[in-house]
């Protein structure tokens, strides 16, 4: 005869929390992720995609100095990062 225990959806998601807590605190003791490889410190690229309704293309003034909108926190993520100046979307209007 067995026997079925009948747990309910907070009892399943307490449950399945701390086994995550716990294997994530086994991990950061033994040095390892999930997978088991050792962690490596990487500094992977940082993106940061900007999509803006009835935005020009020299709107920000990183694209065009004589621009008569401030944008001066995008021109100062251009300045430090990479910028884009060839893109084209598939669609007719601005849903992308």
Do not use: E, K, W
């Not at 067995?2 to 294997?23: E, P, Y």
């Not at 020009?56 to 621009?67: E, I, K, Q, V």
């Amino acid at each position: 005869m067995t026997h079925t225990r009948i747990r309910t959806r907070r009892q399943f998601l307490r449950d399945a929390g701390l086994a995550t807590v716990s294997s994530g605190v086994l991990a950061a003791l033994l040095g390892t992720t999930a997978s088991g490889c050792l962690h490596r410190r990487t500094r992977s690229p940082h993106i940061v995609l900007i999509l803006a309704d009835d935005m020009g293309y020299g709107d920000a003034g990183c694209y065009n100095p004589a621009s008569r909108v401030p944008t001066p926190s995008i021109d100062r993520l251009a300045a430090q990062g990479a910028r884009f100046t060839d893109a084209h979307s598939p669609s007719a209007v601005c849903t992308p």
